[in-house]
């Protein structure tokens, strides 16, 4: 595998299920995201690990868990979402910040579907 | 704070032409990064050129290249000979040296006509 995997690649849940969104990452890097993109909406950051810490958490509501056990997995845990979380979840990684800017590499990305 | 402007939702242009992309920026930070990302009907969001505030040359990546103008804060993508596959989104985005997240446009829907 290479580059930035995502599992899996579509998803359709129920609003009482519990689900999780899993992220590799086979470069190296060791800061990963979350973002969160919907139909005709900007793209969200949802949540930043940097050094397996996480640093940013963009007010995103306490139905997303994000977890980040190492620096090449990351996941997100999903429950009791309601319809209007139905979007495409995509997850990246770079170096980590703080000694530059650096770009970032996707995953394909996630299109979950809550019922 | 900062803050990326995309002020073309959508583009045309012929196949074999060169199109321009606009992207503007604001920040108070004298040291960030400006990227382009492509987004295909597929998802996948793909980097394509970066940009050091302190770089004093355009960035150029095969047929992409970036027109950095720091006193206008802009930063256009330029594709040149577009070819059917460019037709995607494609999105400017900027982070900040030392900062957690980056920052992205709206994005600008490119379609290439042959």
């Known amino acids: 595998e290479t580059g930035v995997t995502q599992t899996p690649r579509h998803l359709v849940m129920g609003m009482t299920n519990k689900k999780s969104l899993k992220c590799e990452q086979h470069?190296?890097?060791?800061?990963m995201y979350w973002y969160k993109q919907s139909a005709k909406k900007p793209l969200e950051l949802m949540f930043v690990?940097?050094?397996?810490?996480?640093?940013e958490n963009n007010s995103v509501p306490s139905r997303f868990s994000p977890e980040c056990p190492n620096s090449s997995h990351l996941f997100l845990h999903l429950h009791t979402l309601q319809p209007e979380d139905s979007a495409l979840y995509l997850c990246a990684s770079s170096q980590a910040q703080g000694t530059g800017a650096y770009e970032q590499y996707f995953g394909p990305g996630t299109r979950l579907t809550v019922t | 704070a900062q803050k990326i402007t995309q002020t073309q939702p959508g583009m045309f242009v012929q196949e074999k032409e060169a199109v321009t992309l606009d992207c503007t920026y604001d920040?108070?930070?004298?040291?960030?990064?400006l990227f382009w990302y492509k987004q295909p009907s597929s998802g996948e969001m793909i980097f394509l050129i970066y940009?050091?505030?302190?770089?004093?040359q355009n960035a150029t990546e095969g047929r992409y290249s970036l027109n950095f103008q720091k006193a206008r804060k802009s930063a256009n993508l330029v594709i040149s000979a577009s070819q059917l596959g460019d037709s995607a989104m494609y999105f400017c985005?900027?982070?900040?040296?030392?900062?957690?997240?980056?920052?992205f446009g709206d994005g600008t829907t490119l379609t290439v006509k042959p």
């Open positions: 920040t108070s930070d004298q040291s960030y990064g």
């Open positions: 985005a900027m982070k900040v040296v030392n900062a957690g997240k980056s920052t």
């Open positions: 690990y940097s050094l397996e810490e996480r640093v």
């Open positions: 940009q050091g505030s302190y770089d004093e």
């Open positions: 470069l190296g890097h060791n800061a």
